[in-house]
Nanobody
Framework: QVQLVESGGGLVQPGGSLRLSCAAS????????MSWFRQAPGKERELVAT????????NYADSVKGRFTISRDSAKNTVSLQMNSLKPADTAVYYC????????????WGQGTQVTVSS
């Protein structure tokens, strides 16, 4: 079955960095657009960053542009999110998402990883 397993969350001070990773299995990675979403307490889940499968085009939420970088490794079936200059407003549960764009319309989610930015 399809699994998306996130790792790398934790507690970091404002201005610090974290790198999240998502390992995908059970799917054909090249057929999926990969994204990171986040959900803070009491707020709706929001899109943070997306990377396409073929060209690796990226898109970011305005709130993270210039601070976060999404990347994917097709050899390892992983997608990462490098987060720099973290702010308390970045505190949330971060979710990995795989959305099929070729040969179907499947949509999968990881279990989430907590990121807390606090002094």
């Amino acid at each position: 079955q399809v699994q998306l397993v996130e790792s790398g969350g934790g507690l970091v001070q404002p201005g610090g960095s974290l790198r999240l990773s998502c390992a995908a299995s059970g799917l054909t990675f090249s057929m999926y657009i990969m994204s990171w979403f986040r959900q803070a307490p009491g707020k709706e889940r929001e899109l943070v960053a997306t990377i396409t499968a073929v060209r690796g085009n990226t898109n970011y939420a305005d709130s993270v542009k210039g601070r976060f970088t999404i990347s994917r490794d097709s050899a390892k079936n992983t997608v990462s999110l490098q987060m720099n200059s973290l702010k308390p407003a970045d505190t949330a549960v971060y979710y990995c998402n795989a959305r099929q764009f070729r040969g179907g319309s499947a949509d999968y989610w990881g279990q989430g990883t907590q990121v807390t930015v606090s002094s």
